[in-house]
């Protein structure tokens, strides 16, 4: 529980179905690696938190996470620091085992001979034999591409994947839940046979609109504050700007107390449109622009609306956070409601 006073906090809101489909994962025997991948902000990490959380209270479960945005990873050598304890976390007298500091494996290697996936492998089984569950959970798990194995041609991710095939769907000796949102990490996993055929995918989206309203209608319950609360048409057209997207509502929350919401919703869609327009403007072919087109009536559009050769144009959008794809729906689809008013007020700009 945070103690500290402020004006307004930060909150979570509901999740329960997707805790629940989280709980299921882990109530069955391992048998395949879970793959949670979203919108960006939609509320992945925090998500997996609440899930620590929550197991807490269950000793039965030994949870190792690691959520590599907060690492520096550029090496083999960074992953086994990240993954193992090292002399420094002992020197440094760091503590790593403290709520949500969850520590990842709790023996140092002996030496750089040492296999660390062996080292892995022979702690699950350890705590199995005691009754316990092992749980791994990755957050950013991308961060790990780009490097390599010593002395092999072998790429870290692919060798850690084909090890927690092994630890799931073979060995059945631990739970492992990957986070991801790079979504053409998620769309490279799901093209893979192999881990398609040993893996399970669940996307993550914004709140519902039940859960919106539910949320801003008791601001003071769940934001602790005092000063203000919203009526109905205020809530919707909070809704109608950004959806369910958590992180945009809690901007316009903490604007409240300065600006009046029109003002904020109008700042919010002026800032989308520009942000369009400059992603256009770096592309003097205008195929950005009529890829945008594409999008103005149709937020979501499936893959078979596009011809092959919009291939790279699209990566691009998907790269620059302007478009989300999902791989299991094969579909793209613009990243959030205020951006699709960025393009419809764009395209209604007297300039296009
Ligand atoms: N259920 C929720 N209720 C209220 N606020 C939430 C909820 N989930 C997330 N948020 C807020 O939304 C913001 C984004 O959440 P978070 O960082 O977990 O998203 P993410 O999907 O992990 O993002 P990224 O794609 O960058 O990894 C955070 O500020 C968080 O406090
Ligand atoms: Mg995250």
Redo the contacts with the bound molecule.
Sequence with gaps: MDKRKFKIK??????EQELRLLHNYLEAQPNSILFLY?L????????LYRLCDELAEDKSYEIKFLNLRKIFLDSYEDFLQAFFKTRNDRENGLKVSTKRQYSMFGRMLKGKKEDPFLVMEREFQKLVKKGRKPLIIID?FHKLSGIYLPEKQKTLITELMNFFVAMTKESHLCHVIIAS?DAFFIEEVYNDSKLRKTSAFQN?DY?SYADVKEWLFHTNRYNEVANFSLNENEIELIWETVGGS??EI?YILERLFEFPLTKIVEKIKRERVAMVADWCFQDETNERKRLMKFFLDHSVQPIQAFDPSQRSILGEAVHDNILFYDPVEGAYGMQGKSLEWGIKEYFLSKFI
């Excluded at 930060?10 to 999740?15: E, K, L, P, S």
Aim: aromatic fraction near 10%.
């Design positions: 930060t909150t979570f809101i509901d999740r979203g960006k902000s939609s509320g992945k990490t925090t998500l950013e949102s993550l709140l958590p992180w809690q």
